[in-house]
């Protein structure tokens, strides 16, 4: 499958545990993009990243989210402390330049319990 | 106010119905793409559009730009059951890559 690879599909962590979102690149893709999906609300944009660097983490809380894409393995979504209000759906997208379309994995959904 | 409007919200149509989607930017957009969701699935690119005016087809699904650049359609000739779920479209209005999301059409097409 040279898709985008996310995992795991599914998570489930009580509050004030943490939570790691691992990403796997379409081959060729270097830069990665992460939004979240509340319910019933659209896809927002929370980080993008190149290996190795931040560009922009606009839409990241300030608080207890980080981002990382190292020079070797996936990218890393870290929520630390989660709260009720952190479950969600968390995609990650990949594209081969920043004007190239970007390609979606099928998303890890979290709960908080 | 939501930057980018899709419109309708939900559609049921009988097979072999055509059938269009809309999306409304309140702002400039400078890249539009659509992709389709099934529920609890990931994003399958459809296609991108950059030019005001620009046209693309793919199979029986046709997507414009509007020479204004402030609103997408998406069209689709004789439906058939596969083309049932959620069609958002994602838009760059400036930075070249932070996409901006309506919140979706969920199209039914019934047999």
């Known amino acids: 499958n040279a898709g985008v690879m996310q995992n795991p599909r599914h998570l489930v962590r009580r509050r004030g545990q943490e939570a790691r979102l691992r990403c796997s690149p379409m081959?060729?893709?270097?830069?990665v993009y992460w939004y979240r999906q509340l319910p019933e609300e659209g896809l927002k944009f929370m980080v993008y990243?190149?290996?190795?660097?931040?560009?922009?983490e606009s839409g990241m809380p300030k608080e207890r989210f980080s981002a990382e894409f190292p020079k070797e393995g996936p990218s890393i979504l870290r929520i630390q402390q989660v709260v009720r209000g952190d479950s969600a759906a968390y995609f990650c997208?990949?594209?081969?330049?920043?004007?190239?379309?970007?390609?979606f994995g099928d998303g890890t959904r979290l709960s908080i319990l | 106010s939501q930057e980018l409007e899709q419109s309708p919200q939900s559609l049921i149509v009988q097979e072999g119905k055509n059938l269009t989607i809309n999306c409304t930017s309140s702002?400039?957009?400078?890249?539009l793409y659509w992709y389709k969701q099934k529920y609890g699935e990931g994003l399958i690119f459809l296609m991108m559009?950059?030019?005001?005016?620009e046209e693309k087809s793919h199979e029986k699904i046709t997507a414009k730009l509007d020479e204004k650049k402030q609103q997408s359609s998406l069209h689709i000739t004789a439906s058939q059951p596969s083309h049932a779920g959620i069609y958002l479209c994602?838009?760059?209005?400036?930075?070249?890559?932070?996409?901006?999301f309506g919140k979706g059409t969920l199209l039914t097409v019934n047999p």
């Open positions: 702002k400039t957009l400078y890249g």
């Open positions: 997208a990949t594209s081969a330049g920043r004007d190239q379309p970007q390609h």
């Open positions: 559009l950059q030019k005001g005016g």
């Open positions: 081959k060729g893709h270097s830069h």
């Open positions: 994602g838009a760059d209005v400036g930075s070249n890559y932070k996409l901006t």
């Open positions: 990243l190149q290996k190795e660097n931040i560009i922009d």
